[in-house]
């Protein structure tokens, strides 16, 4: 997560982790799960790994880039039981599956979720931002955005009953968009809910709630 601002929470969240994995008693030194007992994860004997003990704590990995392991839920299984551990990767899978409990920060949090996508979440008004909306609100800015981003072209978003956006026209010197960033841009007004508008450009710019 080295790329995203270390906010107070990014902080919290990353001296829990280190306290994980650097202070002892580190799980291997003290297992809770029973070593001599076969565990079995894609037909293989796992028992005194991460993987067995994750299982027996219901806990969740952490794991390395191996594509058997990137954000996706394992099947490990005793002689008697199934467990399920989440093996999370990627901040983005992390914050789709975790954001609730970690308590990333609202910003951080859609910034992560769509970056690289048709909306940019990285001009977010501070003081007007997502911190103004009670948590349904919040819920509903994110069903909208996920709707936005899983449409294949602008030409469906328009045809989307559910999405409605005009030409942002300010009033007066109420104008959020001055400068030569936005020179030139067409900006749209999207309508989330009843107390947020979403601004749109070329390439989706939420900027003020």
């Not at 020179?183 to 947020?196: A, F, N, P, R």
């Amino acid at each position: 997560m080295k790329k995203y601002e270390l906010t107070e929470e990014l902080l919290r969240l990353k001296l829990s982790l280190d306290r994980e994995i650097y202070e002892k008693p580190q799980w291997d030194y003290d297992p809770v799960h029973d070593i001599s007992q076969e565990f079995m994860w894609n037909e293989e004997n796992v028992s005194a790994t991460s993987l067995a003990e994750a299982a027996i704590r219901k806990g969740v990995l952490l794991s390395f880039c191996f594509e058997v392991f990137k954000d996706k839920m394992l099947n490990i299984c005793d002689t008697r039981n199934t467990y399920y551990v989440d093996s999370v990767h990627t901040p983005l899978y992390l914050v789709e599956q975790y954001r609730k409990q970690i308590k990333i920060e609202r910003k951080l949090q859609l910034k992560i979720k769509y970056e690289n996508t048709r909306i940019d979440c990285s001009t977010l008004e501070e003081k007007y931002g997502v911190d103004t909306l009670e948590q349904y609100e919040f819920e509903e800015v994110i069903k909208s955005f996920n709707k936005f981003v899983e449409h294949e072209s602008w030409k469906t978003i328009d045809v989307d009953d559910g999405l409605e956006y005009k030409k942002y026209t300010p009033q007066g010197n109420k104008n959020w968009f001055i400068g030569r960033k936005y020179s030139g841009k067409t900006i749209m007004k999207l309508d989330v809910v009843l107390k947020c508008d979403v601004l749109v450009t070329e390439k989706m710019t939420s900027s003020k709630f």
